[in-house]
């Protein structure tokens, strides 16, 4: 663990209970923060989030913008999750902030508490153009609505996950996603189903809340689609040939077309989109492994390995397609080394990549992991050959002896950042 996160942890309750009472407390002893970011781009949604984030940084730093951003979980380093004016912060800077925090004293405030309150303190005192702040869980009570007065809200697609925090209903979690709407502030809102979409646009157009919250929405508003190996992008107003995204799979071109809708309600030049799109990085969205022990060994057998942190079903299906895609092009066998946290819908995981014929073979990893025995039990009830391993480097062995030309680890962003922590030129920049 590294050093900023076993801090939190002795010293913060571990424990999520959303919200936003001890969140406000706690930025009004520190000055309100969150009043004082530069313009803010607000983003919730189920899947997608992060790569959603990565691309509109991307695009804004490509026109010159010096861009704030605010992610989470981290995958190695704490530090992943603040992003200053382009560079990841440093210990030294954020040390001070979090004595700060902790001698706030009548607020037990939560780890993700504290570290959100440390993220608008440092971009507050940082300057930039503009802040992309990332939802921790579900929007309404997350420590980040705090924010008042973004410029964007971004809603990526809303589905099942989370079911302790959020429940087990679309429109429940929708309404959830949906509080991050504020009055007057443009809503950018990906594809959805039905259920999600009618209760968006109903949060959107409360007169509770005042002047309505203006909606953006693809399939609606505008799209995107890829052709020719590029992407397009249209609305009622323009037609846009563009690069295809540098983040693979065809889940990435709705994530990219979502971050173009905003960067051009943000008056984004074309040429910096498509350099955004071009140069996004996202690690452990479908990461092509050559480095590291991992991917060393794989490139030594004439293998290819990938990493994916997608942990519920709506992003195992994305992840289906992706490998479909690849099969179709270049069909090899097919081998997924898959670990999950023991609260996750693994049966729904499993029954998203039923048809990939993969051999599974489940790991464990350090914390509230799924014991891989049962994870095996479950890949099996859906129809997946599958065998438990005591770790991914064993995994690894017997894809590789059993001719696995390509390889997929999966299931969970704690086992993706135990793979890229393995060494340090896999570590997220």
């Not at 949604?45 to 984030?53: M, Y």
């Not at 440092?122 to 992309?132: K, S």
């Not at 008056?267 to 498509?274: S, T």
């Not at 023991?342 to 509230?368: I, M, P, Q, Y």
Request: include cysteine.
């Amino acid at each position: 663990m590294d050093p900023i996160s076993e801090r939190l942890r002795q010293r913060h309750p571990q424990k999520i209970d959303l919200s936003l009472d001890r969140m406000r407390t706690l930025c009004a002893v520190l000055g309100n923060p969150q009043l004082r970011l530069p313009p803010v781009v607000h983003v919730a949604g189920t899947n997608g989030k992060g790569s959603t984030v990565a691309f509109i940084r991307a695009m804004a730093e490509a026109a010159g913008l010096r861009v704030h951003a605010y992610t989470s979980p981290h995958l190695v380093r704490f530090n992943e999750r603040i992003r200053l004016a382009g560079k990841l912060i440093e210990d030294e800077q954020l040390n001070p902030i979090l004595d700060r925090i902790e001698a706030v004293r009548g607020v037990e405030a939560t780890v993700f508490e504290s570290t959100t309150a440390a993220a608008f303190v440092a971009m507050a005192e940082t300057p930039a153009d503009l802040a992309v702040i990332e939802v921790g869980l579900g929007g309404t009570l997350d420590a980040t609505n705090v924010i008042e007065r973004p410029l964007l809200s971004v809603i990526t697609p809303v589905d099942l996950d989370h079911a302790e925090f959020l429940g087990t209903s679309i429109a429940g979690i929708a309404a959830e996603k949906a509080g991050i709407l504020k009055a007057g502030a443009r809503g950018i809102v990906a594809r959805q189903s039905e259920e999600a979409m009618a209760v968006i646009e109903a949060v959107a157009g409360s007169s509770v809340r005042g002047q309505p919250s203006p909606l953006t929405v693809m399939g609606v508003d505008f799209d995107a689609w890829g052709e020719r190996g590029g992407m397009v992008y249209q609305d009622q107003e323009r037609f846009l040939d563009l690069p295809a995204p540098t983040l693979v799979g065809g889940h990435q071109i709705d994530n990219a077309g979502l971050a173009v809708a905003a960067a051009l309600e943000l008056d984004l030049p074309e040429a910096a989109i498509a350099e955004g799109l071009s140069t996004a990085a996202w690690p452990a969205r479908l990461q092509r492994l050559a480095t590291g022990p991992y991917g060393e060994k794989a490139r030594a057998a004439g293998a290819e390995l990938w990493l994916d942190g997608g942990h519920n079903p709506h992003a195992a299906r994305a992840l289906a397609a992706a490998i479909a895609v690849r099969e179709a092009r270049a069909p090899m066998p097919l081998a997924l080394i898959v670990g999950m946290l023991a609260n996750k819908d693994s049966a729904g995981f499993f029954e998203a990549l039923k048809d990939s014929g993969a051999h599974v073979f489940t790991v464990g990893f350090e914390g509230a992991a799924a014991d891989p025995e049962a994870l095996a039990a479950v890949s099996r009830g859906h129809g997946l050959g599958a065998q438990a391993a005591p770790s991914v480097e064993a995994a690894l062995d017997r894809a590789l002896r059993l001719g696995a030309g390509r390889i997929v680890i999966c299931g969970s962003l704690y086992l993706a950042g135990e793979v890229l922590g393995a060494a340090s030129e896999t570590w997220p920049k």
